[in-house]
């Protein structure tokens, strides 16, 4: 106090009276009053100012706790805020979750028929008559296309010790035709070894992105780009073990990722090719065999009962020549003699 008080008398204050401001029992701050007068501080001003630092302290209370109560609707605004961030962050990550699943289960249905239609395109073939090769590939092919809508699907067989691939079959899905001009093309592999490497390993060539791919990419300059084929899905076709040709899917237009049912929809479909050469190739050997014992009866008729002998060799030899050559890629020849 000895310091107060001489710093009091410093400035001409003769009398003082300190009055604490309370709240529930505890001081948290003093009203100090000074005068330049001694004694003016008596007990009925001290009562008086006593009231007074009650009713001071209690509003310095009130604004406390106003203040209080204000940070208070403050942080609960903040806090609600931030509530109703998470909330519609949380809501809109719901519903992207929720058209995400909708979208797979989607996906799941279209694939789901997609591979009921698959199924019911090789059972289609599967029952279907293969003895004459020729409209045979031809339903294949045309049938692939519409179903995977693919812009051209064709049949090549390999040729020259498998040194080259002939195109046989070439279905075109928007003329709804084949094109007969194109059959008869000749592809080596001296310009794409990669694409015959590939086919040796009697694996499907997937190649979305044909003139970039390895295995495909050999035949941009000469093949793809002038076509406009951007993506590619063959299928190599081998009878007992060998590789003898392959089934072609190409696509025009931007580039296509195959799905996995498609992979697996086209090797089924290399494998119809596979029994198509077989059938057709007995159903040959059987006509020709038939063919041959009635040659043999006209040998024995009498004069004036055989018919033209010269007439039934041409019509023999036109029967052997009704199938497409590659039935005999598998015994190496690629013609009769």
Same mark, same amino acid.
């Given at each position: 106090?000895?310091?107060?008080?001489?710093?009091?008398?410093?400035?001409?204050?003769?009398?003082?009276?300190?009055?604490?401001?309370?709240?529930?029992?505890?001081?948290?701050?003093?009203?100090?009053?000074?005068?330049?007068?001694?004694?003016?501080?008596?007990?009925?001003?001290?009562?008086?100012?006593?009231?007074?630092?009650?009713?001071?302290?209690?509003?310095?209370?009130?604004?406390?706790?106003?203040?209080?109560?204000?940070?208070?609707?403050?942080?609960?605004?903040?806090?609600?805020?931030?509530?109703?961030?998470?909330?519609?962050?949380?809501?809109?990550?719901?519903?992207?979750?929720?058209?995400?699943?909708?979208?797979?289960?989607?996906?799941?249905?279209?694939?789901?028929?997609?591979?009921?239609?698959?199924?019911?395109?090789?059972?289609?073939?599967?029952?279907?008559?293969?003895?004459?090769?020729?409209?045979?590939?031809?339903?294949?092919?045309?049938?692939?296309?519409?179903?995977?809508?693919?812009?051209?699907?064709?049949?090549?067989?390999?040729?020259?010790?498998?040194?080259?691939?002939?195109?046989?079959?070439?279905?075109?899905?928007?003329?709804?035709?084949?094109?007969?001009?194109?059959?008869?093309?000749?592809?080596?592999?001296?310009?794409?070894?990669?694409?015959?490497?590939?086919?040796?390993?009697?694996?499907?060539? #997937?190649?979305?992105?044909?003139?970039?791919?390895?295995?495909?990419?050999?035949?941009?300059?000469?093949?793809?780009?002038?076509?406009?084929?951007?993506?590619?899905?063959?299928?190599? #076709?081998?009878?007992?073990?060998?590789?003898?040709?392959?089934?072609?899917?190409?696509?025009?237009?931007?580039?296509?990722?195959?799905?996995?049912?498609?992979?697996?929809?086209?090797?089924?479909?290399?494998?119809?090719?596979?029994?198509?050469?077989?059938?057709?190739?007995?159903?040959?050997?059987?006509?020709?065999?038939?063919?041959?014992?009635?040659?043999?009866?006209?040998?024995?008729?009498?004069?004036?009962?055989?018919?033209?002998?010269?007439?039934?060799?041409?019509?023999?030899?036109?029967?052997?020549?009704? #199938?497409?050559?590659?039935?005999?890629?598998?015994?190496?020849?690629?013609?009769?003699?």
């Amino acid at each position: 106090m000895a310091l107060w008080r001489a710093e009091a008398l410093s400035r001409g204050f003769a009398s003082s009276v300190s009055l604490p401001l309370m709240s529930q029992g505890e001081a948290f701050g003093a009203l100090a009053l000074y005068a330049a007068e001694p004694d003016v501080f008596t007990r009925t001003t001290v009562d008086q100012y006593t009231d007074l630092a009650n009713n001071l302290a209690y509003g310095v209370m009130a604004l406390r706790t106003r203040e209080e109560r204000e940070r208070a609707e403050s942080e609960i605004r903040q806090l609600n805020a931030s509530l109703e961030k998470r909330v519609t962050a949380r809501t809109i990550e719901l519903v992207r979750s929720n058209e995400q699943l909708k979208s797979a289960d989607e996906q799941l249905r279209k694939r789901s028929e997609q591979i009921e239609i698959h199924r019911d395109v090789l059972l289609e073939l599967a029952h279907s008559d293969k003895s004459n090769l020729e409209k045979a590939l031809e339903k294949i092919c045309s049938l692939s296309a519409a179903t995977l809508e693919v812009a051209r699907v064709g049949y090549w067989s390999l040729r020259e010790e498998d040194s080259a691939i002939v195109c046989e079959v070439l279905y075109l899905r928007d003329a709804e035709r084949c094109d007969d001009q194109f059959k008869g093309t000749r592809l080596g592999a001296v310009d794409c070894p990669a694409y015959f490497d590939a086919l040796a390993s009697k694996r499907p060539i #997937v190649a979305s992105h044909a003139a970039a791919d390895l295995a495909t990419s050999g035949l941009a300059r000469s093949y793809l780009e002038p076509l406009g084929i951007s993506s590619m899905l063959d299928a190599p #076709v081998w009878v007992r073990g060998k590789v003898v040709g392959v089934l072609c899917h190409e696509h025009i237009g931007a580039p296509r990722d195959w799905l996995a049912e498609e992979i697996d929809f086209v090797s089924a479909l290399a494998a119809t090719v596979s029994l198509a050469l077989e059938e057709s190739s007995r159903a040959l050997g059987a006509f020709v065999a038939g063919e041959r014992g009635a040659f043999q009866q006209g040998l024995s008729r009498q004069p004036g009962q055989h018919h033209n002998l010269a007439v039934e060799r041409q019509e023999i030899h036109r029967s052997q020549r009704c #199938v497409c050559s590659v039935v005999w890629a598998e015994s190496g020849e690629d013609s009769w003699s």
